[in-house]
C-alpha cells in the first residue's frame, strides 16, 4: 500500500475524527475533574450500565435465535425474514419510542428497556447469522455423526458465539451513549428515567462550559471504550474463525414440527421491532383517533414535504456526502489495517470518535470549527457532514479491513507483478473484488448519518435536518404531520438497501 | 551472468526463520525445481525473488542488476517484470479471461489497439481460443492455470516464477500444462523457478532441484 496515500488518510481521519477530542480534552481543568466526585455521578453510571446490560442481554436473547433460523434453518420464509430483520435497526430508536410508548402506554425506565432492545437486537441477530453460515459442512457433518443435531448445535454454538457477543458489545454502546430514548421517555412524565448521557447534554446546556461537559462524559466514555475493545477483538475471532479456502456450506437443518412455531417467533418479532410502529406512524398520518382516512393521510405527506423540503434535503444531501467520504476514507485505512502491521496501531484510535458520548463529539466539533477563519464551513450544511464523517468512518474501515482479510492477497500480488502501482491496484483490483462490502458500509454510514440525533444537537448547522425537526416537533404535540415526515424518513433510509437488493445480485455486506 | 542470484539472504518473521542466509545461484535458462516439506521456506523463496517480500540481510540480484539490499528494496516487485504463477491462479474474479491480460497490457504502455490482439494471442498460446470473455467463476481449474499462465506470460518476463500452479489440478490436467510449460520455457528462452510438492511429475523438463529444509538447501542435484 503507498505510504503517502495512507498518511494523507489518516490525517484526515485525525482532522475529522480525532482533533475535536484533543481540543475538548485540553479543556478540562482539576476544578472540572473534582466536580464530577461531588456530584451524582455514580449512581446515574451505574443506572446506565445496568440499563446497558439489560438491553444487551434482551437483544442477545432474541438476535441469536432469530439470527440461526433465519440463516441456517429450513423455517418458513427464511430468506425473506433475514434481511426484514435489520429493519429495527435502521429505524431511529426514538420513533420507536414515540410510537409503543402511544401504542402500549409504556413509560419510564420499562419503555426504554423495551424500545432499546428492539432497536438493537438485530445488531446480534447479523452477527450470529453470519457466523452460522460460516460454518463449514465438513465440521457440521463430524458432529453428526458423534451425536445428531443435538451435537451439531454443541459444536457450531461456540463458533457463532463470539460474533454474537461482539453485536451484544456494540448494543450495550449504543444504548449507554443514547440520549434521545431516555430523554424522550421522561419527557411524557412520570416515572423519569435519566441515564448518563443526559447529565452530559444537561450540563453543557446550563453551564456551556466544555471543560465540565467532557469531565461529566470521561466514566462513560471509559466505559464505552472498555466494551469496544473486547467487541474488536470478538469481532476478528468472529469474521475469520470459521472460514477455510475450500469452504462447504450446509444444508438447511430440518426444524420439524417446530418450523411453523419458529416462524412465528421472528415474524412476531419483526412485527414488533418493524411493522406495527410503521403502521401506527401511518395510522397517525391518516387522521388517527379523529378517523383515517386517505384525504388526511395525503394531506400529512403535502404538509411533510412542503415545510421540511429544505430539511429533507439537508438530511439526504449530508449522509450521502458522508456515505461517500466514509467508503473512500475507509477503504484506504481498512486495507491499510489488514496489510499492514504498523497500520494495525491505527484501530483503536478509530473507535474513539464512536467512543466519546455522540453529544459531546457535537460539543467538540462546535469548539473546533466555531472560528472565524472556518465560518463558511460551520454555518454551512457541510459541517454536518465533516461532523458525521468524523464519527462513523470506523464503520466503513472495519467493514473494509473485515473483507481485506477474506480477500487473497495474491490477487492483489499478481497485479504488482504486473507493474500496477498502489492507488490504482486499490481502485481496479480491491475496490471491485470488495463492492458489496464497500456498498454496506455506503449504506450503513447512510443509514447512520439520516438517524442520528445526538451528536448534531448543538451544532447549528445541523439544526435544519429531518431527525433534528422530528424531534422539535414532538416536544410541541404529535400530529399527522410529524407521522407523515417520520414515514419519509423510514423510506428515505430504507431506499439504498432497497434498491441493492431489487438490482444487485450480491448481499450487502453490513457488517463490520 | 545468473539470472538469479542470492547471497546470504534471510527472512524472518517475529522468532521464525523463514529463509537461513541462503545463497543460491539460478542460470540463464535453467528450469530449477524446489522441493520440500510444508514451511521449509518455499514459497518465501520465491516472493523474495519477486520482491514481495522483503530480506531482513542479504542481497539478491537479477541479471547482474541488484533489486535489493538487505531490508532496502532496490527495485520495487512492480518494475522486476517477473512473470508469477500463483498456487491458486489468483484470478481478479471481475475480469474476464482477455481484460486479465490487457489490464497487465495496460501497465506495460502497450497500446490500447494492440493490447486485444496480444491478449488473443496469448489466449491462443494457452489453447484458450474462444474464451476472451469467460469469467474466473465459469472457468475449470485446469483453464483458470491457463489464463493466469497467460497473464503471467504477458509481461514477457525473462524470469517466470512458479509456485505450485499443478497443485489443485488432475493428472491428464497437470500432465498437459507441464507439457505446455516445458514448451514455453524452449521457445521463449525463459528461466523458470519451480516450487513443487511433486517433483517427480516435473523432473523431465527440470534442469536441476533443489531441496529445502527450514529455510536452507538441505540437498542439490
Known amino acids: ?512 | 551472468m545468473s539470472a538469479v542470484s542470492l547471497d546470504a539472504v534471510s527472512v524472518r518473521i517475529g522468532a521464525r526463520t523463514l529463509l537461513d542466509a541462503l545463497t543460491l545461484e539460478v542460470a540463464e535458462r535453467e528450469h530449477l525445481l524446489v522441493v520440500g516439506p510444508s514451511g521449509s521456506g518455499k514459497t518465501t523463496l520465491l516472493r523474495t525473488i519477486a520482491g514481495l517480500a522483503s530480506p531482513d540481510t542479504g542481497a539478491v540480484s537479477l541479471f547482474g542488476t541488484q533489486a535489493s539490499d538487505g531490508a532496502r528494496m532496490l527495485v520495487p516487485a512492480e518494475r522486476r517484470r517477473i512473470g508469477f504463477l500463483f498456487q491458486n491462479g489468483a484470478l481478479w474474479p471481475h475480469m474476464s479471461a482477455a481484460r486479465q491480460i490487457e489490464f497487465v497490457l495496460e501497465h506495460a504502455a502497450v497500446a490500447a489497439r494492440e493490447r486485444a490482439r496480444r491478449a488473443s494471442e496469448l489466449l491462443e498460446w494457452v489453447e484458450l481460443r474462444g474464451f476472451e470473455q469467460r469469467m474466473p467463476a465459469t472457468l475449470s481449474g485446469g483453464e483458470a492455470q491457463r489464463v493466469a499462465l497467460a497473464r503471467a506470460l504477458a509481461v514477457e518476463p525473462k524470469l517466470l516464477l512458479l509456485d505450485e500452479p499443478l497443485g489443485p489440478l488432475d493428472f491428464e490436467l497437470r500432465a498437459a500444462l507441464l507439457a505446455k510449460l516445458g514448451e514455453l520455457q524452449q521457445r521463449l528462452g525463459l528461466t523458470v523457478v519451480h516450487v513443487t510438492h511433486a517433483p517427480e511429475e516435473a523432473r523431465a523438463i527440470a534442469t536441476r532441484t533443489l531441496r529445502l529444509r527450514a529455510g536452507r538447501i538441505e540437498d542439490e542435484r
Not at chain 1, 147 to 176: D, E, M, S
Not at chain 1, 400 to 415: F, K, Y
Request: glycine share 8%; aromatic share 10%; with cysteine.
Open chain 1, 1 to 512: 500500500m503507498s505510504r503517502p496515500l495512507v498518511l494523507l488518510a489518516a490525517a484526515l481521519f485525525v482532522l475529522l475524527g480525532l482533533a475535536p477530542l484533543a481540543l475538548m480534552a485540553a479543556r478540562v481543568t482539576p476544578e472540572d475533574l473534582s466536580a464530577l466526585f461531588t456530584s451524582d455521578a455514580a449512581p446515574l453510571l451505574g443506572r446506565t450500565a445496568l440499563y446497558g446490560l439489560g438491553v444487551a442481554a434482551l437483544a442477545l436473547l432474541l438476535g441469536v435465535p432469530f439470527g440461526f433460523l433465519t440463516a441456517r434453518t429450513d423455517m418458513p420464509l427464511a430468506s425473506v425474514l433475514r434481511p426484514l430483520g435489520v429493519v429495527p435497526l435502521f429505524l431511529p430508536p426514538m420513533m420507536l419510542a414515540m410510537v409503543w410508548t402511544a401504542v402500549a402506554q409504556m413509560r419510564g425506565a420499562p419503555a426504554a428497556y423495551f424500545v432499546s432492545a428492539l432497536s438493537t437486537f438485530p445488531l446480534v441477530a447479523v452477527f450470529a447469522a453470519r457466523a452460522f453460515e460460516r460454518i463449514d459442512a465438513r465440521l457440521e457433518d463430524a458432529a453428526r455423526l458423534v451425536g445428531g443435531t443435538r451435537a451439531v448445535l454443541r459444536a457450531t454454538l461456540p463458533l457463532a458465539l463470539p460474533p454474537a457477543l461482539c453485536g451484544a458489545c456494540l448494543a450495550f454502546v449504543f444504548t449507554i451513549n443514547d440520549f434521545s430514548v431516555p430523554d424522550y421517555v421522561s419527557w411524557l412524565g412520570l416515572p423519569k428515567f435519566s441515564v448518563y448521557a443526559d447529565s452530559i447534554y444537561a450540563t453543557w446546556r446550563i453551564d456551556a462550559r466544555a471543560g465540565r461537559a467532557v469531565a461529566m462524559a470521561l466514566p462513560l466514555f471509559a466505559l464505552t471504550l472498555l466494551t469496544l475493545v473486547p467487541a474488536l477483538a470478538l469481532r476478528r475471532r468472529g469474521a475469520l474463525a470459521s472460514v477455510v479456502p475450500d469452504f462447504r456450506s450446509s444444508a438447511p437443518i430440518a426444524l420439524g414440527p417446530w418450523r411453523w412455531p419458529a416462524f412465528v417467533f421472528c415474524a412476531g418479532l419483526l412485527a414488533v421491532g418493524a411493522f406495527i410502529p410503521l403502521g401506527r406512524l401511518l395510522w397517525e398520518a391518516g387522521g388517527g383517533h379523529k378517523g383515517w382516512s386517505f384525504g388526511e393521510l395525503a394531506t400529512a405527506f403535502s404538509m411533510a414535504l412542503e415545510r421540511s423540503r429544505g430539511d429533507v434535503r439537508n438530511s439526504v444531501v449530508s449522509a450521502l456526502a458522508t456515505a461517500s467520504a466514509c467508503v473512500v476514507l475507509g477503504l484506504v485505512l481498512g486495507h491499510a489495517l489488514e496489510r499492514s502491521r504498523r497500520a494495525r496501531a491505527l484501530e483503536p484510535w478509530l473507535v474513539l470518535p464512536l467512543a466519546v458520548p455522540a453529544v459531546l463529539f457535537g460539543i467538540g466539533i462546535v469548539v473546533l470549527w466555531n472560528r472565524d477563519a472556518t465560518a463558511a464551513l460551520y454555518d454551512s450544511n457541510a459541517l454536518v457532514a465533516v461532523l458525521l464523517t468524523g464519527r462513523f468512518v470506523v464503520f466503513a474501515a472495519l467493514i473494509s479491513s473485515g473483507a481485506v482479510a477474506a480477500l487473497d492477497p495474491s490477487l492483489e500480488d499478481a497485479a504488482r507483478m504486473a507493474g500496477v502501482g498502489p492507488p490504482r491496484r486499490l481502485a481496479c483490483i480491491v475496490a471491485p473484488a470488495l463492492r458489496s462490502s464497500l456498498a454496506g458500509g455506503f449504506v450503513l454510514v447512510f443509514v447512520l448519518s439520516l438517524r442520528e440525533l445526538d451528536a448534531t444537537l448543538f451544532v447549528p448547522a445541523a439544526n435544519h435536518t429531518a431527525m433534528f425537526r422530528i424531534f422539535n416537533q414532538i416536544h410541541f404535540g404529535r400530529d399527522g404531520f410529524v407521522a407523515a415526515l417520520a414515514l419519509l424518513l423510514v423510506f428515505l433510509i430504507v431506499l439504498p438497501g432497497l434498491l441493492w437488493s431489487l438490482f444487485a445480485r450480491k448481499r450487502l455486506e453490513l457488517l463490520p
